[in-house]
């Protein structure tokens, strides 16, 4: 197992890889991941195994928080500890680069995963304004 920064070249691959084992929206095509790319340089990553992606991270960080995105890991790979690895080498990346701060908003069924990996619950009441026109 190899890790090593997303670049827009993987775009491609990438896009396959999130549809099989999660989703994909219009911030996934190849205009936008670039833009998100440039502004987030050398924070999120990939994993690969025998030349394929098994799993991904993005790390978009605003200045002042890190966030966490695309945590996704190939389903036959899954259980295996490769999302916690992949959690932890962002946040170190996120952390360098100053957030203090690395807020989340999670299903319920991510729920134990998350707190395995050291996030706590909080009292704020996560709220969202969401806007997609993205036809699946
Ligand atoms: C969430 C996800 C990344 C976890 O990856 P993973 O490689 O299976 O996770 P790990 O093996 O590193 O799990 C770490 C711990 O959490 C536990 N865990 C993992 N997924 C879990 C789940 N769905 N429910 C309960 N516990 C879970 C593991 O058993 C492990 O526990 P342990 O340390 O006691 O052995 C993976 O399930 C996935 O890709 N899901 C689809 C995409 C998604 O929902 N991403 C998150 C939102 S961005």
């Known amino acids: 197992m190899t890790f090593r920064f997303v670049t827009i070249n993987d775009h491609t691959q990438l896009l396959s890889f999130w549809k099989e084992n999660y989703f994909v929206n219009e911030l996934d095509e190849l205009g936008p ?11 999120s990553l990939l ?18 928080r890190g966030y966490i995105q695309k945590l996704v890991v190939r389903k036959d790979y899954r259980k295996q500890g490769l999302g916690k690895q992949l959690l932890e080498k962002v946040i170190k990346n996120l952390r360098s680069a100053g957030a203090l701060y690395i807020p989340i ?9 998350y707190e ?21």
Do not use: H, W
């Open 116 to 136: 395995k990996c050291g996030f706590k619950v909080t009292e704020q009441i996560p709220m969202n304004n969401t806007y997609s026109t993205y036809k699946k």
């Open 47 to 64: 994993a690969e195994d025998k030349g394929e992606v098994v799993g991904t991270v993005l790390g978009p960080f605003d200045g002042r």
């Open 33 to 43: 991941l670039k833009s998100f790319l440039e502004k987030n340089l050398d924070l």
């Open 105 to 113: 908003n999670v299903n319920a069924e991510l729920f134990t995963f």
